[in-house]
């Protein structure tokens, strides 16, 4: 009888074992799937770190040329109130110095 009880429970250690290692290899599983999703959301990342780097090139670029476009406005606008304020300036010397608009001495 006790020849009996030592198969079983070898057979219990077996099966046991067998268990075990069903279920190590459903984490191993898991555990492998988790890596590559990881992966793929690492891929992405950099995909998307990549384009918001040539938008990041593409807005500083757009950038300087409409800091350029404004200077050259204020500019033009600088000098048209330097020439209508010099016009004046022009104009009041005139007739200071002729008495008018008329200058015939």
């Known amino acids: 009888m006790e020849m009996e009880m030592a198969p079983k429970r070898s ?3 077996v099966e046991e074992m067998k268990a075990k290692v069903s279920e190590v290899q459903g984490v191993m599983r ?4 988790t890596v590559m999703d ?3 959301k690492i891929e992405v990342l950099v995909g998307k ?3 918001l780097q040539k938008e990041a090139g593409v807005y500083r670029e757009n950038g300087r040329a409409i800091k350029r476009k404004m200077w050259w406005q ?3 606008i600088k000098i048209t109130v330097i020439g209508i304020l010099l016009l004046i300036l022009v104009l009041i010397i005139w ?4 008495g008018g608009f008329n200058c015939s001495n």
């Open 95 to 98: 007739t200071s110095v002729c």
């Open 38 to 40: 990881r992966g793929e």
């Open 74 to 76: 204020d500019m033009k």
């Open 30 to 33: 898991q555990n492998i799937e």
């Open 11 to 13: 057979s219990e250690k």
């Open 49 to 51: 770190a990549e384009d």
